[in-house]
DNA sequence: GAAATTCACTTGCATTTTGCAATCTAAGGA
DNA sequence: TCCTTAGATTGCAAAATGCAAGTGAATTTC
């Protein structure tokens, strides 16, 4: 193997830990294209809009499968496609990507319409519960899709029921 | 300036913006250093235990600096030093911190005590509001120490009242 | 008040990780 | 059969990282 690093020598903080795993520019946008966007394919992520290097992208699924965060699955339709979906722990990520999205529409400048922000974080709950709900049935369908400068992208998460 | 990479070629998704700036194995560790265990100055960052350059600890408190999430202020009682202090922009990342901690504290191996992060994660509100008060007032106090593999680190924020 | 120490960096250099384009293999389709 | 598609791998240049050493200003020690 060419790439996929070698473990660095840090603490047990379960921030340093996680980080470890999780702390570079892409992992953390795949996990979203597929909890988020319903993407599964290799293909998908490579269109995503952020353009990934194959070589890089191959590397992150690769290490995100090692982490326990992703899962393969040959597709049934297709021999030569591979479908990635989030394992339990990946799912789990969650609330973590819900917050770094909720702080990115704050305080940077983002095509996320304010709206939309606003109702997730007064919803909290009701978003994670949708995107669990989703990767528990299999639906693709995007929770949010992604957002274009142009785009008035309604999300598609039911209102009520507040944090956990 | 050596280092101080240059601004990528990505998307309006605020995800994708948020990992632009603290995308990387040290951005959010500093973070936590100045959030958590009330750490101010290049020396305390330097020596906490996850072993930054000095280069790079550089680079990021500077990259953190433009990115609005820390600012700088000499220090009053010794004209040598230097301490870094979150912004208000800072200070909001604190949900995230928390929720990459209890995350990696339940999926991977940490130092992290299992009763302190249930009870951070039946509190949420009141430890980003602690964390937050201790902002506030400048209290270096850390919120939760270092762990430590053979710490009791006992967590140090008053238990109660639900999430926002 | 001279010397030693501390703090916050910077520099040089080797190693690693990225980004990019081209290429490869296996499966499917025409 | 030949062509296309999905999912990679390879080579190479450029950038980021890690490491040790050095710098200069402010403080402390003698």
């Given at each position: 193997?060419r790439?996929?690093?070698?473990?660095?020598?840090r603490?047990?903080?379960p921030?340093?830990?996680?980080?470890?795993?999780?702390g570079?520019?892409?992992?953390?946008?795949?996990?979203?294209?597929?909890?988020?966007?319903?993407?599964?394919?290799f293909?998908?992520?490579?269109?995503?809009?952020?353009?990934?290097?194959?070589?890089?992208?191959?590397?992150?699924?690769q290490r995100?499968?090692?982490?326990?965060?992703?899962?393969?699955?040959?597709?049934?339709?297709?021999?030569?496609?591979?479908?990635?979906?989030?394992?339990?722990?990946?799912?789990?990520?969650?609330?973590?990507?819900?917050e770094?999205?909720?702080?990115g529409?704050?305080?940077?400048?983002?095509?996320a319409?304010?709206?939309a922000?606003?109702?997730?974080e007064?919803?909290?709950?009701?978003?994670?519960?949708?995107?669990?709900?989703?990767?528990e049935?299999r639906?693709?369908t995007?929770?949010?899709?992604?957002?274009?400068s142009a785009s008035?992208?309604?999300?598609?998460?039911?209102?009520?029921?507040?944090?956990?």
């Amino acid at each position: 193997m060419r790439n996929s690093s070698k473990v660095k020598p840090r603490s047990g903080c379960p921030v340093s830990v996680t980080l470890d795993l999780l702390g570079d520019r892409w992992s953390l946008l795949l996990v979203r294209d597929m909890m988020v966007r319903g993407y599964r394919t290799f293909r998908e992520f490579q269109r995503s809009g952020e353009g990934i290097a194959t070589n890089i992208l191959a590397d992150r699924l690769q290490r995100l499968e090692a982490g326990g965060i992703v899962m393969r699955e040959a597709a049934k339709l297709d021999g030569r496609s591979t479908h990635y979906r989030l394992t339990p722990k990946g799912i789990a990520l969650a609330p973590v990507l819900l917050e770094i999205l909720i702080w990115g529409a704050h305080y940077e400048e983002t095509d996320a319409p304010c709206g939309a922000i606003d109702a997730m974080e007064q919803n909290r709950g009701a978003v994670i519960a949708e995107a669990r709900r989703r990767w528990e049935e299999r639906d693709p369908t995007p929770l949010i899709p992604p957002f274009h400068s142009a785009s008035k992208s309604k999300s598609n998460f039911p209102k009520g029921e507040s944090r956990r």
